[in-house]
Structure formats: C-alpha cells, structure tokens
T-cell receptor, first 115, second 116 residues
C-alpha cells in the first residue's frame, strides 16, 4: 500500500483567511514533504520533515507554516496568502532508508485558489 | 549542481504508436538515483520506476521500458503500443546520494497526448 492522502482536494480562500492543508500516510514512512506546483511546471520542494523534525526549509515565506504532529501526519498552515500562491500543493512521504534507496510517494494534492 | 533536462515539452501520437520520452541529467555524485513519475490530469504524481546509478540494466514492465545509459547521462522511457490512458505529464527526476540527499530534482516534464 503506497497511499498518501490529502485533504481537502480543493480550497478557495481569501487573502485574510487562515486555513490548513492536511496530509496523512500509514506506511510507516519517516520522511514527509510539501511541494508546490504551478501550472505547467514541475513540483518545487518547500519543506521536508525527517523523524518528525523539520530538516529542510527551502526559504519558504512565513505565511506558510508546516507542522508534523506525529510520524503519520503533516499539516501546512496558511495565513495571509497572496493570489500568486494559488497552486497545487502536493504532499509526499518516503521511508528514509539508509544507502539512498528512497522513493517518494505522492498524494493527490490540494488545489488551492487564493482570491 | 544537479540538473535534469526533458527537451520534449509536448508529444502527440496516435494510439498504438510507440513513443520515447527523453531525459538527460547532470550530477557530480558518483552514486545517484533516477526516477520517472506520471502525472495524469487528476494531479497525483504516480511513481513508475527508480534506477540506481550503478545498475545500467534496462528494465521492462509491460508496455513500459527504460533505457539507462551512463555514457550519455540519459534515462529514456519508452511506451510501446500507446493507449489513451497513457496521456499525462511525465517527469524525470534525479536524487544524489551526497548532494541534496533528500531532494528530488525534476525535469520540466513532457506532456504526452495519445489520440484515439
């Protein structure tokens, strides 16, 4: 089972709203990732959590705030977003295997529109 | 620096034709991993294959086959007897063992359209 789930599937929010994206996996993976994907572009890495600790932050603006409550859950808290933040937000997870034989499995994404 | 180039932005073929998607990569790592992902219109990236740099054996899975050539830094993907359900954006990606060990470097993607 290589399932990563994300909720909601679609989200429309105003620039003054606060919302959260949720990602969940039950594969025992110890690394979880947030990506942002604009139309006709490849995914761009935002954050990586390894063993529930933030290991990579790709200089993402503070209006995006990640949280990893436990090894199965990853949240992305959104506040005061801009219209250019509208995109597909993808979550991924991986086993974090030694030796590098690590594969990231992606969820279906949340399509975010900021008005 | 690591880089993946997918020179073909869009490909359109008629069903049952064979089609090859090109992927060329750059890395200074001696050990690295190459991936192909499929992204259908629904948005989810579906993992297709991982290839280790020390294993140049080509692989076939049903109608899919992959040709890895270290000498030309290429990892091409061929779909035989294409079907409409193969229509998607395909991404080639690279991950080094040392450089950015947790980061996938994606190519720009190739949009494949299979026409009935």
């Amino acid at each position: 089972d290589t399932e990563v789930t994300q909720t909601p599937k679609h989200l429309v929010m105003g620039m003054t709203n606060k919302k959260s994206l949720k990602c969940e996996q039950h594969m025992g993976h110890r690394a979880m990732y947030w990506y942002k994907q604009k139309a006709k572009k490849p995914p761009e890495l935002m954050f990586v959590y390894s063993y529930e600790k933030l290991s990579i932050n790709e200089s993402v603006p503070s209006r995006f705030s990640p949280e990893c409550p436990n090894s199965s859950l990853l949240n992305l808290h959104l506040h005061a977003l801009q219209p250019e933040d509208s995109a597909l937000y993808l979550c991924a997870s991986s086993q974090l295997l030694a030796g590098g034989t690590d594969t990231q499995y992606f969820g279906p994404g949340t399509r975010l529109t900021v008005l | 620096a690591q880089k993946v180039t997918q020179a073909q932005t869009e490909i359109s073929v008629v069903e049952k034709e064979d089609v090859t998607l090109d992927c060329v990569y750059e890395t200074r790592d001696t050990t690295y991993y190459l991936f192909w992902y499929k992204q259908p219109p629904s948005g989810e990236l579906v993992f297709l294959i991982r290839r280790n740099s020390f294993d140049e054996q080509n692989e076939i899975s049903g109608r899919y086959s992959w040709n890895f050539q270290k000498s030309t830094s290429s990892f091409n993907f061929t779909i035989t007897a294409s079907q409409v359900v193969d229509s998607a954006v395909y991404f080639c990606a690279l991950r080094g063992l040392i450089q950015g060990a947790q980061k996938l470097v994606f190519g720009q993607g190739t949009r494949l359209t299979i026409n009935p």
